[in-house]
């Protein structure tokens, strides 16, 4: 079911769901999206249902607007003291939202993703595996047994080491 074409509803969920952010090189605005009429959404829609059938991405869609955003209290002229903030097609996060619901949506009806994946799910977040390790850190002090927890600093991983290999 999650190889279908998208439906109507679909698409007018993502919508409704989007903020205005500026474009991406296409120059098309959440606000003109939202402002389509029925008909115009429906072309959309074919758009979109196309590109996920023929599993064919547009080459356009895979170009930013890279801005560079000095972080606060570094020196704007270091390029590591800045974020970057890729602009991309609104288009593009339309389908991305709808194809990532799908998924989602499938993963978390199946039981495929773990109990302990709090962060980027909907109803949790990283704070609960905080509770839990609190509660498992109470509950060994209390019965008078040992806890090992280990944690691993990904970010530090990556900058020191590139690309992560286990």
Same mark, same amino acid.
């Given at each position: 079911? *999650?190889?279908?074409?998208?439906?109507? +509803?679909?698409?007018?969920?993502?919508?409704?769901?989007? +903020?205005?952010?500026?474009?991406?090189?296409?120059?098309?605005?959440?606000?003109?999206?939202?402002? %389509?009429?029925?008909?115009?959404?429906?072309?959309?829609?074919?758009?979109?249902?196309?590109?996920? %059938?023929?599993? *064919?991405?547009?080459?356009?869609?895979?170009?930013?607007?890279?801005?560079?955003?000095?972080?606060?209290?570094?020196?704007?002229?270091?390029?590591?003291?800045?974020?970057?903030?890729?602009?991309?097609?609104?288009?593009?996060?339309?389908?991305?939202?709808?194809?990532?619901?799908?998924?989602?949506?499938?993963?978390?009806?199946? /039981?495929?993703?773990?109990?302990?994946?709090? /962060?980027?799910?909907?109803?949790?977040?990283?704070?609960?595996?905080?509770?839990?390790?609190?509660?498992?850190?109470?509950?060994?002090?209390?019965?008078?047994? +040992?806890?090992?927890?280990?944690?691993?600093? $990904?970010?530090?991983? $990556?900058?020191?080491?590139?690309?992560?290999?286990?």
């Amino acid at each position: 079911m *999650y190889n279908s074409p998208f439906a109507l +509803h679909e698409l007018k969920i993502v919508l409704s769901k989007s +903020h205005p952010t500026s474009p991406g090189p296409d120059k098309i605005h959440y606000d003109l999206l939202k402002n %389509l009429s029925e008909s115009s959404l429906r072309v959309l829609l074919i758009l979109f249902n196309r590109i996920w %059938l023929e599993e *064919y991405f547009p080459v356009a869609w895979r170009k930013a607007v890279v801005i560079p955003i000095p972080k606060p209290g570094k020196d704007p002229q270091i390029p590591t003291s800045c974020r970057p903030i890729a602009l991309t097609s609104c288009l593009c996060k339309l389908m991305e939202r709808m194809v990532n619901a799908r998924l989602v949506h499938v993963l978390e009806e199946n /039981g495929f993703l773990s109990n302990f994946q709090s /962060g980027f799910r909907y109803g949790r977040g990283t704070i609960d595996i905080v509770l839990m390790l609190e509660t498992a850190i109470r509950d060994a002090f209390v019965t008078k047994k +040992h806890l090992v927890s280990v944690f691993f600093d $990904m970010d530090k991983l $990556m900058t020191e080491h590139g690309a992560m290999t286990f």
